[in-house]
């Protein structure tokens, strides 16, 4: 039977809004999927798969010849990656995301189970074994999948919407199984401080003029019968003001009684987790090996005008997101203060559509994060704490369309940008990032330019301020309905913030990780896209 025109179209925008955030380097229809209940689910169970495959030169990789799989984190952090004036990578990769539904008609549509899975290799990697991110080696036969998500959405009524299991965990008010993906890199706190997945319980009400979401997240649980786990909770609401206007605020709460054990690996996860802070590049609280236990709280505002492109020709969004809170220390058998926080992270864009199509648009984005000067010296830390404390990575700021100064969507196995957190390393940090793009054949052939610049907002020790610039191009053509080709080019010119031989990562202001200072990086790419349904 051949589905109805309606019915492909909303299962075209349900899959865009809930595959991997690669998706992101695909600029993609800013339709929203609004209805409260669907109108037609003739099939009950459907299957959708996005495809890429991509070939990559640049002049940066990791240098621990161990780390061959997925490397994740900041550029010249623990995870090795460096820059070589001698030496390029040329490698191709490969990712399938493979992902099902299940809507019954026993329930009227309103039970939905969803099942997302990853398959990820760098070509002629390895055969024959088990682990993620690798197995396309002569031969194959590599055990590789790996789960993003399966949970279950109840909708109880109108507007009701409650999510249960491994779900999506981002900063945004917006159901990410029923929103765009651009909509949600351009709104709210655009996945800066989280946008990962974790296992937990979200209810959402919506109506015409009023979004709520209330969720619980179990992060990590240690030991059942113990206290030491690390939970999320969070409220967040939208309320709509006006045609054009939108305005919304959230609180989080972190409650981490863990002490660093559990997380990624070896890495570990927390405040005091030496390897994964080092990695991500953020701020190390170095308690040492004394107990810790801290509560975080991330109180903000956003707001966002013209979300969807369509009423006019101007778009305008920003938020501002205060955290507050305090880690304690066991000292003697007795609690003592190790860090009180109080950070800063504020963001504003302003995008002006100039042509016919919703490519045809000029953007310009500043970002800002508080700094810390003196590593805990006065036992109060005033930068900014995100997901990657807790997980790698656990935010993704996606959205800015730099490639190397900041994360880039178009990655399988490398995600390793020069700012990988908002922190920077405790540092802090002000940015900018300016894009262009036109629809030289309208939806058929684009053409961007970007460029992007960032400071320090605390000068390391020996170093300067200036982090670096970065100037990108992206030539795109669409050889059928979702499917692309793309060619991109991106080099960063770093700054004196690299003359410095402090690595910090918050612990220890005579490290060193640097014996010179880092060549300037540059990576070109080709990549094809496909999603199938």
């Known amino acids: 039977m051949t589905p109805k025109p309606e019915t492909v179209k909303k299962l075209i925008v349900l899959f865009l809004a809930t595959v991997s955030l690669s998706l992101s380097g695909q600029n993609t229809s800013r339709d929203v999927f609004e209805n409260d209940l669907p109108r037609n689910y003739d099939q009950e169970f459907r299957f959708l798969a996005y495809f890429l495959n991509q070939g990559v030169t640049s002049n940066f990789y990791p240098k621990n010849t161990l780390l061959k799989g997925q490397v994740i984190g900041r550029m010249f952090g623990q995870n090795t990656t460096n820059t070589s004036t001698s030496k390029n990578t040329m490698y191709a990769e490969q990712r399938i995301l493979p992902f099902f539904i299940y809507q019954p008609k026993l ?27 690798s197995g396309s080696a002569m031969s194959a036969d590599q055990v590789n999948i790996q789960t993003q998500n399966v949970e279950l959405e109840l909708i109880p009524a109108k507007g009701w919407y409650i999510n249960l299991g491994l779900q999506r965990l981002y900063d945004t008010p917006y159901n990410p199984y029923r929103t765009m993906v651009d909509k949600m890199l351009e709104t709210g706190y655009r996945l800066a401080y989280f946008g990962t997945d974790g296992v937990g319980i979200t209810v959402r009400r919506n109506t015409d003029y009023l979004q709520m979401k209330a969720g619980y997240y179990k992060l990590y649980e240690s030991l059942i019968q113990n206290d030491d786990d690390v939970t999320l909770t969070e409220f967040s609401l939208v309320k709509k003001l006006s045609t054009k206007w939108k305005w919304g605020g959230s609180l989080y709460f972190m409650r981490d009684r863990a002490n660093g054990a559990g997380g990624v690996s070896i890495f570990g996860q927390g405040l005091n987790a030496t390897q994964l802070n080092a990695y991500n590049g953020t701020f190390r609280f170095n308690f040492g090996d004394k107990p810790y236990k801290a509560n975080i709280f991330w109180l903000g505002t956003f707001f966002s005008r013209n979300a969807d492109y369509m009423i006019d020709r101007w778009f305008l969004s920003g938020f501002a997101n205060l955290n507050i809170g305090k880690a ?52 109060e830390y005033n930068g900014v704490i995100t997901g990657n404390t807790w997980s790698s990575p656990g935010s993704v700021f996606i959205g800015s369309g730099a490639h190397l100064l900041f994360p880039h969507g178009n990655v399988v196995n490398r995600f390793t940008p020069i700012i990988a957190d908002w922190s920077n390393m405790g540092y802090g940090m002000t940015g900018a990032v300016f894009n262009a793009s036109r629809d030289v054949i309208p939806h058929r052939l684009n053409l961007k330019a970007g460029g992007a610049w960032a400071m320090s907002n605390v000068e390391p020790l020996g170093g300067g301020t200036t982090i670096g610039t970065e100037a990108n191009a992206v030539v795109s053509y669409s050889l059928g309905p979702f499917m692309s080709l793309e060619a991109h080019y991106a080099h960063a010119f770093l700054g004196d913030f690299f003359d410095s031989n402090d690595t910090r990562y918050g612990s220890d202001i005579n490290s060193v990780y640097n014996e010179e200072r880092p060549a300037d990086p540059w990576t070109a790419f080709v990549v094809f896209k496909w999603l199938m349904f």
């Open 107 to 133: 329930f009227d549509g309103k039970a939905i189970l969803r099942a997302s899975f990853e398959i990820d290799w760098t070509w002629g990697d390895v055969a024959y074994g088990t682990g993620g991110n």
């Open 328 to 379: 304690e220390i066991k000292i003697d058998e007795a609690w003592e203060t190790g860090a009180d926080i109080l950070g800063l992270g504020a963001n504003a864009r302003i995008a002006y559509r100039y042509g016919q199509t919703n490519k045809d648009i000029i953007s310009l984005d500043f970002m800002y994060a508080s700094g810390d000067d003196d590593q805990l010296i006065d036992k």
